[in-house]
């Protein structure tokens, strides 16, 4: 687990943009229960969720098309939440950070770490925009 004060910064990277963050199993399953398209950011602490994922996730919203709930989990930090998010992206292997786009609780499109690590913030950014364009 990462303190609090470590990991602050790295939170309000998107919850200042209005993503939801998730600490629990539970509220995994009832934010992905919801009607419509979300999209769940694993966060992380490692560089390249810093350089790119986040970014990438920020510029994203700037589409036309955007999800209808957007939401984010930590992983080291919300254990429970990080797994039960995971477990909705099967068969995928667990990687932080990571981003899935779910449409009516089905996952629809995923960005795995070897998708972002090393991809600039722009190109993860077209492709969840090419993401949203299709399923919003």
């Avoid at 943009?17 to 950011?41: M, N, Q, R």
């Avoid at 992380?44 to 919203?61: F, K, Y």
Wanted: charged share 20%; hydrophobic share 45%.
């Amino acid at each position: 687990m990462y303190p609090a004060e470590l990991i602050k910064p790295m939170r309000e990277d998107l919850t200042n943009l209005g993503f939801e963050e998730l600490h629990t199993a539970e509220a995994v399953d009832a934010a992905l229960a919801k009607e419509g398209t979300t999209l769940v950011v694993v966060n992380s602490v490692c560089g390249c969720a810093a350089a790119n994922a986040r970014p990438g996730a920020r510029m994203s919203l700037q589409n036309a098309k955007r999800p209808d709930h957007i939401v984010t989990v930590f992983a080291g930090v919300d254990k429970a939440a990080v797994d039960a998010a995971r477990g909705h992206m099967v068969p995928f292997p667990p990687s932080s950070p990571s981003m899935a786009l779910f449409k009516d609780g089905e996952l629809v499109h995923m960005l795995e770490r070897h998708h972002i690590e090393g991809r600039p913030a722009q190109l993860i950014a077209e492709n969840l925009s090419d993401a949203y364009n299709e399923y919003c």
